[in-house]
């Protein structure tokens, strides 16, 4: 016969201090996991190199920044949390209403996502953001509005954009303007001379034999020769003018709200700049001179070129007269 099996036995209902206890356990592995994930998030956040924020636009409060904001601003967060005014006063003073006014522009678009401009770190240094805005939430009710954004350091970016910028409109030798930079300024300058009905000159000049100056001295003293003529004409000339090498040996400029005869004067200050430059080569010293042809914009001028021309005919015209000299055209 089968061995007859005894019933289980009896177990009470978990007490209450078990039920509690439980619970408690529960709750603690919740507690835990939602720490890991609270710590997982805090993690990601100081390595994220840009500022998260949040702005109650009706209360011109700021409600949250990231850890970030302290690296890139240089300034507590509790402070800008506290008072908005220390947000403002960071912001390089020339582009605040820029800033402000592209932040109001959410509240039309309901992103704002070009949007840049200068901030001064607490170390007095200047940088630049890239702070995108988005409108997050509004409360009919109470009308609260609320913008959140992300502010990114680009200063690298914009120092790299700036040397691009300026290889590709810079000679490299003289560090004045390249021709394709100079006939661009020159053709806008002349646009705006001929709309606003202003003055204009244009001046071109070139060294007097400076082929020989090559052949004789090598071409490492006619880069120098190229490099001191540019410093001269960049001390010259006036704030707003414009200087750039247009050939080997050929340099033009442009005086914009510039008549002929003060044109004539700032020529005469140049040549008399250029012709105090020595030189030498070994033992033995050599100056330079140089053939200017200068005009100044007509009623009947079209375009650049028309001018260009006339300059170009008085230049040689100096060179035929004997070098040295500034002919008007």
Avoid at 302 to 322: C, H, N, P, T, V
Wanted: charged fraction near 30%; aromatic fraction near 8%; charge should be negative.
């Amino acid at each position: 016969m089968p061995k007859k099996l005894d019933p289980p036995a009896y177990q009470a209902p978990p007490s209450d201090t078990a039920q509690t206890l439980l619970a408690l356990f529960h709750a603690q592995a919740e507690v835990s996991r939602l720490g890991e994930r609270e710590q997982l998030f805090s993690s990601l956040l100081e390595s994220v190199n840009a500022v998260l924020w949040a702005f109650d636009w009706e209360t011109r409060q700021v409600l949250y920044v990231s850890p970030a904001f302290e690296r890139i601003f240089g300034r507590q967060a509790a402070l800008v949390l506290s008072d908005y005014n220390e947000w403002r006063d960071a912001v390089y003073p020339d582009d605040l209403a820029h800033a402000e006014r592209s932040m109001a522009d959410v509240l039309v678009n309901g992103a704002v996502e070009d949007r840049e401009y200068r901030i001064i770190n607490a170390a007095g240094e200047v940088r630049w953001l890239s702070d995108k805005c988005y409108l997050k939430h509004r409360d009919d009710d109470d009308n609260r509005v609320i913008i959140v954004g992300i502010a990114e350091d680009i200063t690298e970016k914009k120092q790299l954009e700036r040397e691009l910028q300026r290889l590709a409109t810079t000679d490299v030798l003289t560090q004045s303007s390249n021709r394709r930079h100079f006939f661009e300024c020159a053709r806008q300058a002349f646009d705006d001379a001929r709309a606003d009905g202003t003055p204009l000159s244009f001046l071109l000049l070139d060294i007097d034999d400076f082929k020989l100056i090559n052949d004789s001295y090598g071409h490492q003293q006619g880069d120098q020769v190229l490099q001191r003529i540019a410093d001269s004409g960049k001390s010259a000339l006036r704030r707003g003018d414009l200087f750039g090498r247009v050939g080997g040996e050929e340099f033009a400029a442009v005086f914009p709200g510039c008549t002929r005869e003060v044109a004539e004067q700032i020529a005469e200050r140049l040549q008399r700049e250029i012709q105090r430059l020595s030189f030498s080569h070994g033992q033995k010293p050599y100056c330079v001179t140089v053939s200017q042809g200068l005009t100044s914009l007509d009623e009947g001028d079209e375009g650049l070129e028309s001018l260009f021309a006339r300059a170009d005919e008085a230049m040689y015209q100096a060179k035929r007269q004997g070098k040295n000299q500034i002919v008007l055209g």
